[in-house]
Every structure is written in structure tokens, then in C-alpha cells.
């Protein structure tokens, strides 16, 4: 009887886990919350829109933003498995892989000769309308965390 319980026990958490992780879908127009969201020593944008199509395991994005460096559109995408991936716009490499119902984005950007390292926690709120990123920065001249909130539009 004990090991009856212990499979159906496990059973449910695997069924639980994988619910939980197919129910995580990040399509959508997405607006910078600038209120919301903190930059700590990076400058902040004017604004950032981003346009994600998710069809589990393939994740795209279109980011556009205005800040002090002009205004700037990246093309991202990335397969949910932990795969390596390279992007061209901008040039980078990384993987994205689920932890639970939250997505984690590695990836090394360079600028100018030098790498630029971040890893962003993704994760959405109950209702599906408020996507925040976590994301700790390594550049030449430190670390930094930043907390990116988007609104869904």
C-alpha cells in the first residue's frame, strides 16, 4: 500500500510540475512599467516595448527602446530545452531553460570587445498581465541587478 501512495504520489507531482510549466506563456505586446521597474546604476530607458511569440519550446522576441544612446530594436529567440542558441540582432550566444513555472535566460552579449554577461529570471503573475524580469548584469566594470516590469498591453 505504502508504494501504491508513493507512485501516485509521484505521478501527481510530475503531472503537477508539467501543468505548471505549459501553463507559463509569455506571447504578448509588452510596455516597460517605468515606475516599476529598477535600473540600479543603468540608465534608464525613455520607453521599451517588447513583442513576445511563445510556442513552447521557441520563444521570439522583438524588444524596441529609446534612451540615451538613441532608439534601438533587438531580435531575440531562444528554445525553452537549455539548447545554445546564437542570435545576429544583437550578436550574442545563450540558452533558456525552464525552473518551474519560471523561465531563466543566460546569455553573453559582446560591446565594443568586451563580454557582457546577464541572467534574467522570468516569471509572470497570477493573472497574466504583468511580466517581471530579473536580471543580474556582469560587464567590465561590475555587477548590477536590474528588475525589468512589463505591462501587458
Known amino acids: 500500500m505504502k508504494k501504491c501512495f508513493t507512485v501516485i504520489a509521484a505521478f501527481a507531482l510530475t503531472f503537477l510540475a508539467a501543468h505548471a510549466q505549459a501553463a507559463t506563456n509569455f506571447s504578448g505586446e509588452w510596455k516597460l512599467n517605468l515606475a516599476k521597474s529598477d535600473y540600479g546604476p543603468a540608465p534608464q530607458p525613455e520607453f521599451m516595448t517588447r513583442t513576445i511569440k511563445h510556442d513552447d519550446p521557441v520563444l521570439q522576441m522583438s524588444t524596441h527602446q529609446k534612451g540615451a544612446q538613441g532608439e534601438a530594436t533587438t531580435e531575440l529567440k531562444y528554445t525553452t530545452d537549455g539548447k545554445p542558441v546564437e542570435n545576429a540582432k ?24 568586451a563580454d557582457l554577461k546577464f541572467h534574467e529570471v522570468w516569471s509572470l503573475s497570477a493573472d497574466g498581465k504583468v511580466l ?16 525589468l516590469v512589463f505591462d501587458k498591453q
Not at 91 to 109: E, F, H, M
Not at 133 to 138: F, G, L, P, Y
Open 132 to 147: 517581471t524580469i530579473n536580471n543580474h548584469a556582469t560587464v567590465p566594470q561590475g555587477e548590477f541587478d536590474l528588475i
Open 90 to 113: 544583437p550578436p550574442s550566444k545563450g540558452s533558456a531553460k525552464w525552473d518551474g513555472d519560471k523561465l531563466v535566460i543566460d546569455s553573453v552579449r559582446d560591446f565594443q570587445g
